[in-house]
Each structure stands twice: as structure tokens, then as C-alpha cells.
């Protein structure tokens, strides 16, 4: 498995932009897609954006395409997720995620390594 910290949350306004980073340790970070997901109270985990393990091949939900951008860079281990035009129904716990093979996607089930997550609230 590996450990992934994520940072950036925070309470913003909509309309405005956040960066959250997840930086990565423990097994290989460049062999594997990672993703990001959110949670909002009383809701289940809902996925948001995915990136294969090289970086070419990214996946979105519908919801968050054109304003959220997923990235990764393997040098340093880490993912990012550039998030603008942010909406009241962003607000949620955001988790990185760490995928068990090479290609990404919206399936939860691809996914076995979860950081603790960072909260994102967006004040209308």
C-alpha cells in the first residue's frame, strides 16, 4: 500500500479556486493512476477525477468537468487537484486516493490506499 497526505482544503467563497495536493510514499507513486474522491454529510463517497500513471488519460465526473483539474507529478510524488469556479455543493471531505494498477477511472473499486481527507467548504 501507500501513505497519502492530503493538504489545500479550506473555506473559501464560491467562484473561488482551491488547490488540494495529496503527496504520496511507500510503493512505487509513478506505476500506479491515483484519483481523488469527495464526501459530503449524509452522502456516500462520490468519485471526482482520476489520472493514469503516467499523466496522459484523465477522467472526470460530470459535475466538476471544466472547473476541476486533476495532475500528477512523479518526481515529487504528489497529485494535485486544481479546483475553480467553485460551487456551495463542492463543500465536502476530499480524499486522494491511490489506485492498484496503472489506469484510472470512476470505479472505487480500483482504488486500495485512502488518505484522511481535508475539508472543502464553499460559502455561497
Known amino acids: 500500500q501507500v501513505h497519502l497526505v492530503e493538504s489545500g482544503g479550506g473555506l473559501v467563497q464560491a467562484g473561488d479556486s482551491l488547490r488540494l495536493s495529496c503527496a504520496a510514499s511507500?510503493?512505487?507513486?509513478?506505476?500506479?493512476?491515483m484519483g481523488w474522491f469527495r464526501q459530503a454529510p449524509g452522502k456516500e463517497r462520490e468519485f471526482v477525477a482520476s489520472?493514469?500513471?503516467?499523466?496522459?488519460?484523465?477522467y472526470y465526473a460530470d459535475s466538476v468537468k471544466g472547473r476541476f483539474t486533476i495532475s500528477r507529478d512523479n518526481v515529487k510524488n504528489t497529485v494535485y487537484l486544481q479546483m475553480n469556479s467553485l460551487k456551495s455543493e463542492d463543500t465536502a471531505v476530499y480524499y486522494c486516493?491511490?489506485?492498484?494498477?496503472?489506469?484510472?477511472?470512476?470505479?472505487?473499486?480500483?482504488?486500495?490506499?485512502w488518505g484522511q481527507g481535508t475539508q472543502v467548504t464553499v460559502s455561497s
Open positions: 511507500g510503493r512505487t507513486f509513478s506505476s500506479n493512476a
Open positions: 486516493a491511490a489506485a492498484n494498477g496503472p489506469r484510472g477511472g470512476p470505479d472505487i473499486g480500483l482504488f486500495d490506499s
Open positions: 489520472i493514469n500513471w503516467i499523466g496522459f488519460g484523465t
